[in-house]
């Protein structure tokens, strides 16, 4: 049974940071390439980085500078550091894994960025 549970989102002040966690099971996890989406409400969800299985990063440019994905594959989990953070990255977070046409989600952490 394959698993991605991602842990970490919360309530932060603007200019704060959040590490994202996602722990992966089930898939042969360094095989795959791991991406974070995010969805605010009334908007459609969105690519905010990517990390293949050789480690080459993607952003967002809305994130760029900001964000930084990593992956430890001893540990099946992927990350995912934001710091900087404002009212615009208020959305719920999800874990992906993509392998050719495989395809897992995560069930989503909310992030909330507010004073």
Do not use: H
């Not at 549970?5 to 390439?33: D, T």
């Not at 992956?71 to 900087?84: G, H, I």
């Not at 615009?88 to 495989?102: E, H, K, P, W």
Request: a positive charge.
């Amino acid at each position: 049974q394959v698993q991605l549970v991602e842990s970490g989102g919360g309530l932060v002040q603007p200019g704060g940071s959040l590490r994202l966690s996602c722990a992966a099971s089930g898939i042969y996890f360094s095989r795959y390439v791991m991406r974070w989406y995010r969805q605010a409400p009334g908007k459609e969800r969105e690519l905010v980085a990517q990390i293949t299985s050789g480690g080459s990063t993607n952003y967002a440019d809305s994130v760029k500078d900001r964000f930084t994905i990593s992956r430890d594959n001893a540990r099946n989990t992927v990350f995912l550091q934001m710091s900087s953070l404002n009212a615009g990255d208020t959305a719920v977070y999800y874990c992906n894994a993509i392998l050719f046409q495989v395809n897992y989600w995560g069930q989503g952490t909310q992030v909330t960025v507010s004073s």
